[in-house]
């Protein structure tokens, strides 16, 4: 039997049915039996315009194999590898810098906290005794909060968001996700910080589906059992070598087993079970790296001028994050929009790639909107 992907299937009330060949999702769409949609992370999917012929679906597992700066996600079928993601997650960016890059959620919280100093700082009157001076009194304990910091938590809602889109075209039947490890009670050491959100974000996935901790030092023996091979020199390489192969055989822990036997001559381990591993679409999401508005730059330009930082909205039509389309020198150019300048001589929109790379700077009449902004940048 040839093995080919599958493409997920809802009927006309949109819950979500047993996935299909490409080949049929085409003949119906011809037909006018179904349309295409393709929804917010990148997936693209059918949706049937008649009564379907049976509500019957097989299992769908979801494997997530989570990293500290990158996360894999598969969804796996006992036939075929539906769709494969490499999620690039916002709170510790990888950089060459020796502090925080300032575009993460960590460097945005320890640039903000800074901010904050300074403006506390000259409100206190430092003539005065210090039992006088204008400090703010203290509201709340803030060693008491049970909550996790916002890095971690940008993180693991990305992942989650992601489950969220899959699960309306997808009938997820369960969520395997990767035991990180790092219990500071057990070991004695500092727990680390994938591990923080980890019990937060099971709770969460489990609204969706049935959550099962697979422990992650059986990961590399699934994953030879498959075929599979995964690249530990660089993980910030957008292939599925790194992460997403992980995620399959995470997700292929629910067909085979790897069981003991005994007979009356021999006894061992042996494997139990069936997955295929099909080409599947490859998605490559990441966040646009855009800074919240603020009242100006810390530093002055020219002539003792504050230059407006941050902010969505452009005065062209256009927001931040949106993607668009623009040409230079007869090629096509798609993007998504970062920035603008607009002064007397110059009115020009920045337009990056989805790794957040300055592509150019383009007329604003020479774009054309496709799409507006997800707070997601979805390449396949």
Known sequence: MKQVTRV????LLRK??????????????????????????????????????????????????????????????????????????????????????????????????????????????????????????KRFSNRCQNKLPPSVKANREMELRILTEIAKILPISEIRDESCGGNSKRNGLGISPVTVGQEWFRQEASKIAPVKEIDSLNTGKYRTRLG?????????????????????????????????FYTARNHGHHWVGECAVTK??????TRPK????????ENYSKGGILKRQGGTITPFGFRSGDYVQTSRKGEVIRGWVGGFTNSGKTKNISIYDHNWSRIGQFNPNNIKLIKR????????
């Open 228 to 260: 599979l091979t995964k690249d530990k020199k660089d993980k910030s390489k957008q292939t599925p070598e790194t992460h997403a192969n992980d995620a399959i055989a995470l997700a292929s822990t629910a067909f085979i087993q790897y069981k003991s």
């Open 373 to 380: 902004s997800s707070r997601l940048c979805v390449v396949a």
């Open 290 to 297: 855009l800074f919240r508005r603020k009242l100006h730059q």
């Open 8 to 11: 997920p299937v809802i009927s």
């Open 280 to 285: 599947a679409p490859f998605i490559v999401i």
């Open 16 to 137: 979500p049915l047993m996935p299909t060949t490409p080949a049929r999702a085409r003949k119906w769409i011809k037909l006018g039996k179904a349309v295409g949609r393709r929804n917010k992370v990148g997936v693209f999917y059918v949706q049937l315009l008649h009564k379907p012929s049976g509500h019957k679906t097989q299992e769908i597992v979801v494997g997530t194999d989570r990293g500290k700066a990158f996360t894999g996600i598969a969804f796996q079928s006992k036939l075929a590898i539906i769709a494969l993601f490499h999620v690039c997650l916002p709170g510790f960016y990888k950089s060459k810098k020796s502090s925080k890059d300032r575009q993460s959620v960590t460097g945005k919280i320890e640039k903000r906290a800074e901010l904050r100093r300074t403006r506390r700082g000259q409100r206190i009157n430092r003539k005065v005794a210090f039992k006088l001076r204008n400090h703010r009194e």
